[in-house]
């Protein structure tokens, strides 16, 4: 049973490393897309499945005349 409960232990520590890990990861490439989308002079939006905006960068706001405070964030 104690080397039982060492493996556990042992595969519980390398799975939290790997969320860690991931969720860095994942981070990372938000802040990219976001930068990206920011500089983008394109107006760009993303919509739900019922058409509904959902995000828009600073040159759709400005496109439509939208106040940034109510806009969606990115």
């Given at each position: 049973?104690?080397?039982?409960?060492?493996?556990?232990?042992?595969?519980?520590?390398?799975?939290e490393?790997?969320?860690?890990?991931?969720?860095?990861?994942?981070?990372?490439?938000?802040?990219?897309?976001?930068?990206?989308?920011?500089?983008?002079?394109?107006?760009?939006?993303?919509?739900?499945?019922?058409g509904?905006?959902?995000?828009?960068?600073?040159?759709?706001?400005?496109?439509?005349?939208?106040?940034?405070?109510?806009?969606?964030?990115?």
């Amino acid at each position: 049973i104690e080397g039982s409960n060492a493996k556990l232990e042992q595969h519980s520590e390398r799975l939290e490393f790997e969320i860690a890990e991931r969720t860095r990861d994942l981070r990372a490439s938000e802040a990219r897309i976001r930068a990206i989308l920011e500089s983008a002079g394109d107006g760009i939006l993303t919509v739900d499945a019922a058409g509904r905006i959902c995000t828009m960068n600073g040159a759709a706001t400005r496109m439509f005349g939208f106040s940034s405070e109510l806009t969606p964030p990115l």
